[in-house]
């Protein structure tokens, strides 16, 4: 067990175009969930998966993102025609349905010029 | 919605000195989490406290949750480099299966 894997680790991409960020949860871990974070604050709840199910979002997820988990396996976050406002570590967690806390990854960080 | 305030939200302590930092939150807490981040990368889970009064250790760190369940604690003794980082604490719902919602965190600083 490797624990959360998250690609890439920086990405750097210029404004109005797409991105993509991938997460590998923990194998056993049926939940996965999506986190943004800006200097200087804590993790912001975007979504989350149970199996290949969403089961929740965040008003802060509009309409240019969209999240996946199609096997209920990894999951990839996109975002559409991306904005200055969208700079931000982008953090991944997993965790057993019924579980004590989450296990994240290391994060990717955006940094849209 | 629940609201979580790190204090402080920073703290520069000389090393080998105790601290405490604090969290508190808007409503009753049925699952509080404390994690602690390196600048720049992911979060590492500390420890969990459900019960009121519950305090739970791990190495030199301890963490405790008050009878009221709307306040917690986080107290390292004997600060060493190696506490340097943001602390955060989070908050999980009455379900154990509740998305967490974070802090701010406070960052602390260790001078050798």
């Known amino acids: 067990d490797t624990g959360v894997s998250q690609d890439p680790r920086h990405k750097i991409t210029k404004r109005g175009q797409n991105v993509t960020f991938r997460c590998d949860p923990i194998?056993?871990?049926?939940?996965l969930y999506w986190y943004r974070q800006t200097l200087g604050q804590g993790p912001e709840f975007l979504t989350y998966?149970?199996?290949?199910?969403?089961?929740?979002k965040s008003r802060l997820l509009s309409d240019r993102f969209s999240a996946e988990r199609p096997k209920g396996s990894f999951s990839t976050l996109e975002i559409q025609r991306t904005e200055q406002g969208d700079s931000a570590m982008y953090l991944c967690?997993?965790?057993?349905?019924?579980?004590?806390?989450?296990?994240f990854g290391s994060g990717t960080r955006l940094t849209v010029v | 919605s629940q609201e979580l305030e790190q204090s402080p939200q920073s703290l520069i302590v000389q090393e080998g000195k105790n601290l405490t930092i604090n969290c508190t939150s808007s409503?009753?807490?049925?699952?509080l989490y404390w994690y602690k981040q390196k600048y720049g990368e992911g979060l590492i889970f500390l420890m969990m406290?459900?019960?009121?009064?519950e305090e739970k250790s791990h190495e030199k760190i301890t963490a405790k949750l008050d009878e009221k369940k709307q306040q917690s604690s986080l107290h390292i003794t004997a600060s060493q480099p190696s506490h340097a980082g943001i602390y955060l604490c989070?908050?999980?719902?009455?379900?154990?299966?509740?998305?967490?919602?974070f802090g701010k965190g406070t960052r602390l600083h260790i001078l050798p």
């Open positions: 967690a997993s965790s057993f349905y019924m579980g004590y806390g989450y296990t």
């Open positions: 194998s056993e871990h049926n939940r």
């Open positions: 998966f149970q199996n290949e199910a969403q089961l929740e």
């Open positions: 409503k009753t807490l049925y699952g």
């Open positions: 406290l459900q019960k009121g009064g």
């Open positions: 989070g908050a999980g719902g009455r379900n154990r299966d509740d998305k967490i919602i």
